[in-house]
Structures are given as C-alpha cells and as structure tokens.
C-alpha cells in the first residue's frame, strides 16, 4: 500500500492564480481531511469528507474548495491564491469513527 | 482561542534521560487524545493516544497521563533517544463529525547523545 500520497511537493504561485493540491489513498479509508500547519499554530483543519459526495468545513476553510467524488481522491482547491496561503498542506485519512489518521508528506505552497 | 496548547516549543534532553511533554485543552467534550511525531519534510505519524476514560496508556518506552480535571496529558518518553529528536504535536478529537482532530502548536524535542 502506498497510504496517503500528495502532489505536488513544492509548489510557487503568483498572488491570484489558481491551483489544485491532489491527495490519494489506498486504504480504502472512508474519512479524509485537509490541514494546513503553519509556525508555532500546530496543524489546522481546512475541509473534511466522511464519504464520497459528502464534504464539510473544517476551522480554517475560506479561500480553499473540496469536492470527493471517490473514495481514494480528496483535492484541495485554491481559486484565487493569497500571500496568506502559504503555509505546508497535509491530507490525512481514516476509518469511520477511528480518531487515528493516516497523513501523506504534505506539499509546501509559496503563495508570492 | 486555541483549544490545545503546548506550552513548551522546544525541549533538550541528554539521551538516556525521560523526556516529559505536556499539554492542555480547554474543550470538556474531547474525548480522545493522540500523539504525533514529526520529522522534518515528512507528515505527522501516529505515536500513542489514550481514551479519555483512562489515565495511563503505555507502549514501550513511551508513556500518556491523562489528567481530567486538570484538562492536562503529558508524553513520557523513556529512556530518550538521539532518533526522538522530532517535532511532537498533541491532538484532541470529540463533540465533532469526523472524528476531526485538534492539534497543538507542537513541541520541538532536541536528544543529545
């Protein structure tokens, strides 16, 4: 199993394009989730998905769209980046009703 | 308002020694507390967690307290080794769908050989 992978690693955006952050697992992991962590703020969540169709906001969701149309897929959609992005992004996932989550290596975003 | 906080963001430790990471929350419906180990370039890994209806977890040579009326659990890690040297985020789940997680700012543990 290859868990929970992320692309791109790196990634430098002008302030107002538009990106997509993939995430992917094998799993077969009904919840997945997106965090962002930042210096000294620990890791905070941005969107979450219990199952395919259903998606949620988490503490930190303005500027970022999700959509989970299967299992194994949960993107992080950026619209129009902001300086105030930039930051690591994780995905993470789990089993329904399990608190353990699985995390990918994350992708560092620097929003200019 | 952070509902999860690690006071401490950094600790030095000679190895051999225990290490002793702390950290408090304020939300009473947390029910569930889990520890994450972070190297750097790489994503949080599970560590250990602890129900909230016990006040000891162990696993090795890694120890969780749970203290409840204090709203306070500490990591113990014994006996520290150069290869702990992480950064080692608390995290609280409960009262939410999803089980989502709330994490502290992390504490940056440093093991001297």
């Known amino acids: 199993n290859a868990g929970v992978t992320q692309t791109p690693k790196f990634q430098v955006l002008k302030t107002g394009q538009s990106m997509t952050l993939q995430c992917a697992q094998d799993?077969?992991?009904?919840?997945m989730s997106w965090y962002r962590q930042d210096p000294g703020m620990g890791l905070r969540l941005i969107h979450y998905?219990?199952?395919?169709?259903?998606?949620d906001q988490g503490e930190v969701p303005n500027g970022y769209n999700v959509s989970r149309s299967t299992t194994e897929d949960f993107p992080l959609r950026l619209l129009s980046a902001a300086p105030s992005q930039t930051s690591v992004y994780f995905c993470?996932?789990?089993?329904?009703?399990?608190?353990?989550?699985?995390f990918g290596p994350g992708t560092r975003l620097l929003v200019l | 308002d952070q509902q999860v906080k690690q006071n401490s963001p950094s600790l030095s430790v000679q190895e051999g020694r225990i290490s002793i990471l702390n950290c408090d929350y304020t939300?009473?419906?947390?029910?569930?507390f889990l520890w994450y180990k972070k190297y750097p370039a790489e994503g949080p890994t599970f560590l250990i967690s602890?129900?909230?209806?016990?006040d000891k977890n162990e696993d090795g040579r890694f120890t969780v307290f749970l203290n409840k009326s204090a709203k306070h659990l500490s990591l113990h890690i014994v006996p520290s080794q150069p290869g702990d040297s992480a950064v080692y985020f608390c995290?609280?789940?409960?009262?939410?769908?999803?089980?989502?997680?709330?994490f502290g700012g992390g504490t940056r543990l440093m093991v001297k050989p």
């Open positions: 993470a996932s789990s089993l329904p009703y399990q608190e353990t989550q699985y």
């Open positions: 799993m077969n992991h009904e919840y």
């Open positions: 998905s219990v199952g395919a169709g259903i998606t």
């Open positions: 939300n009473s419906m947390f029910d569930y």
């Open positions: 602890i129900s909230s209806i016990k």
């Open positions: 995290a609280a789940s409960g009262g939410n769908a999803g089980n989502m997680l709330t």
